[in-house]
């Protein structure tokens, strides 16, 4: 694990800076915080932080005022700022943005909201830093590249000079010797002359690290360094151009075969200057591909005839590795952030639309606590629940996308949960495809939320129902493995030790390459229309990270696909049994429902007066603050929403807490924030219930509340 990241909170409100700072330590960061504009810049002169999360209106220097200080330093100037600002501050946010700030977040705000865009400007700037490290290394590379090119490039330019002597005295030599004209003295020193150009060329292309090769104008290498004979496994020099061309793999730089007709070599004794022409080869010396730019010169006689060609080919397959490896970088930094946004989206859509579920499933169920049993309506008011109960189970699927699902948390026995799924996916398929279980002896155990487990369990064998429309095998498999820091590195933030691994694996057509990469996107799906939500796979693969486990995947078109899924394991529970509730449970006292959506006032305020409460119902925390300070004696217990305009939920629990240290609330929120609720529920909140909620069990916990608040 990494040094903790810090970040500064600015802000003269001291409840915003407990908060602030309670929420930003329970998600792993190190916290400063200021509570004006210069201790904020003192403060930041010693402790360099990551991030800066500053309040524009601050007394003395303001938030704008230190924005524009920090830029303005050299030392300061990258650090990420977020800005908080109110509903009618948005000059200053224009202005502030125009001054340098990554983000502005508006109050109030969600915690959830927050953490993410916190999340997402520290990535930013990390990967910013990677890729500013990256691009300056490949700067240098580069650099070094171009200044070696043109080093080379002169040093070819003299050894065409050398060659073009060497060779024009070869044939001067032989043309003398052929007519005789000379003494076998002069014959000697001519033969002397050009021994000495041959040592001397030799020693040329030998101190380089590149390969040189020389072909006569037929076409036959007639002379190679020792790189060139290395690398190629020569043991002369008079080789076949095309001949070797067409005993090695060559390629072009984008894959394709290159013909041996395309040689530079042979281009160069046709005429042509080649300038920097790549291709990749299969080399004999390693096997491996290597990527080689290709320099190629004619070589001319005095007459200005072509007697053959000259080749220096630098090996520049690290250069392209390098490459690579920085467009990969840069695809996963734009595949985190498609996700990261992804994600907000889904869990606001989520949010949204379980507010309209409530109003239609309240307002329903209301209905049917007044309709008698043998009433010929109540089937279609069934009906209306039962598809509310299925949307809802599509916006856990978003929310748990989003990370943002809240679980019920408790032992599962892995076993059972494969048994249950088996159960139910039997029911669903075809009678060709054979289900199989290959299930641990022992008894496994896992701490999580099972109806998420089920569901995504169930997903994965959907989708490998949906691969067999022939038939086939799917094979359900559990046992418990000891993963070592070797066995799961490349995982996030996984530690050793003994898991759950839960295997799905199908006989089926498996998935391309190119849709690998996308399979646990939302909304993704090769599925015709109307045939799928595209949301399974991306429910599993936040289920997994929910329940702090990591899953992988293997296919292969044709022969099918298998996904494994690691969740720690725990110890066997104590036997415990819980029974849901499902009759409606009357009681008495005053309740106070804090919730800025009009249809839940409603609802509320009906049910709970049909059950025997007295129900008080305000849009905001800050007028709900207003009446509790007053009768905080009188009010039995809060149902208490998170995402409200003008202060939300947490900040609402910590001031209703300062007026009576024993206020028993229940947090009713449609938004699924995790790290508010873990708050809220450390700071002593009773439950959370998850909208759209069932009256019976909202009314189930609103008597355990008042009960509880009667035994204080």
């Not at 997903?459 to 799961?488: C, H």
């Not at 025997?612 to 905080?632: K, M, N, P, Q, S």
Request: aromatic content about 6%.
């Amino acid at each position: 694990m990494g040094e903790k990241q810090t970040i500064l909170v600015v802000d003269d409100a001291p409840e915003s800076l407990t908060l602030l700072s309670l929420v930003l330590s329970k998600a792993g960061y190190a916290v400063q915080l200021a509570d004006s504009g210069e201790k904020a810049l003192q403060l930041i002169s010693y402790c360099q932080p990551n991030l800066v999360l500053l309040d524009i209106q601050l007394h003395g220097i303001d938030g704008l005022e230190v924005l524009k200080r920090l830029k303005a330093a050299t030392l300061t100037s990258e650090i990420p700022v977020i800005l908080i600002s109110g509903h009618t501050d948005f000059e200053k946010r224009i202005t502030g943005l125009n001054l340098g700030a990554a983000d502005y977040i508006t109050k109030p705000f969600e915690m959830e909201e927050l953490r993410i865009r916190i999340k997402l400007q520290l990535s930013l700037r990390n990967n910013a830093i990677v890729l500013t490290q990256q691009t300056e290394s490949l700067r240098e590379t580069n650099q070094k590249l171009q200044q070696e090119i043109e080093r080379r490039q002169s040093a070819e330019d003299e050894l065409c000079k050398i060659i073009g002597r060497s060779e024009r005295s070869r044939l001067a030599l032989l043309s003398v010797l052929e007519d005789q004209k000379i003494t076998e003295a002069k014959k000697q020193v001519l033969l002397n002359v050009v021994q000495q150009e041959k040592c001397r060329l030799e020693a040329l292309i030998n101190s380089t690290t590149d390969e040189v090769w020389f072909t006569d104008c037929n076409g036959l290498f007639t002379l190679a360094n020792q790189v060139a004979k290395k690398e190629f496994n020569l043991r002369n020099d008079n080789i076949d151009t095309l001949s070797l061309a067409k005993s090695v793999e060559i390629l072009r730089p984008d894959g394709t075969p290159r013909p041996a007709q395309e040689a530079p070599v042979l281009r160069a004794i046709a005429g042509e200057l080649v300038r920097n022409f790549e291709e990749i080869v299969r080399t004999p010396a390693t096997g491996e591909l290597r990527h080689r730019l290709v320099n190629s010169n004619p070589v001319r006689d005095e007459t200005g005839k072509i007697i053959g060609a000259v080749s220096v080919v630098r090996d520049i397959t690290e250069v392209r590795r390098k490459e690579e490896k920085q467009r990969q970088l840069e695809i996963q930094v734009r595949q985190s952030q498609k996700l990261e946004a992804i994600g907000q989206l889904s869990s606001g859509v989520a949010h949204d639309f379980n507010n309209l579920l409530g109003g239609i499933l309240g307002n329903t169920e209301l209905l049917l606590m007044e309709i008698a049993p043998g009433s010929s309506q109540r089937h279609h008011l069934e009906s209306i629940v039962a598809s509310c109960k299925r949307a809802s189970t599509l916006t856990r699927q978003l929310l748990t996308f989003a990370r943002k699902a809240p679980a019920e948390i408790r032992p599962i026995a892995v076993n059972e949960v494969i048994r249950q799924v088996v159960s139910i996916f039997g029911r669903t398929i075809d009678r060709r495809i054979e289900i199989v279980t290959e299930l641990s002896a022992a008894p496994l155990f896992l701490e999580g939320d099972q109806s998420l487990l089920e569901n995504a369990l169930l997903n994965i064998a959907i989708n490998a129902r949906d691969a067999m429309p022939d038939g086939g095998q799917v094979i359900f498999s559990t046992n418990s493995i000891f993963l070592d820091k070797a066995s799961i590195a490349g995982t996030v933030d996984n530690p050793e030790g003994v898991y759950v691994k839960i295997t799905v694996e199908d006989t089926g057509t498996g998935i391309p390459k190119d849709v690998l990469s996308h399979i646990f996107e939302p909304f993704f799906t090769t599925k015709e229309l109307g045939k799928g939500t595209g949301l399974g796979l991306a429910s599993v693969y936040g289920c997994v990270k929910q329940h702090n486990g990591y899953i992988t995947l293997d296919s292969l078109v044709g022969r099918g696909t298998r996904f494994d899924i690691y969740l720690p394991l725990i110890n066997p529970p104590e036997n415990r049994e819980e029974q849901e509730v499902t009759e409606l449970v009357h009681g008495h006292g005053t309740l106070l429902v804090i919730d800025d959506e009009n249809v839940y006032h409603s609802i509320l305020k009906e049910m709970f007066e049909m059950l025997g409460y007295e129900v008080l119902c305000y849009y905001d925390g800050i007028t709900a603050l207003e009446y509790y300070r007053e009768h905080f004696a009188t009010v039995d217990g809060i149902i208490l929403d998170i995402n409200m305009p003008k202060m939300n939920g947490v900040e609402c629990y910590i001031k209703l807490k300062a007026i009576n240290p024993d206020v028993q609330v229940i947090v009713a929120s449609g938004y699924g924030d995790n790290d508010a609720n873990t708050v809220l529920l450390s700071e002593g909140v009773m439950a959370f219930v998850q909208k759209p909620f069932k009256i019976s069990e909202l009314s189930a916990k609103v008597a355990e509340l008042i009960a509880k608040k009667n035994h204080i």
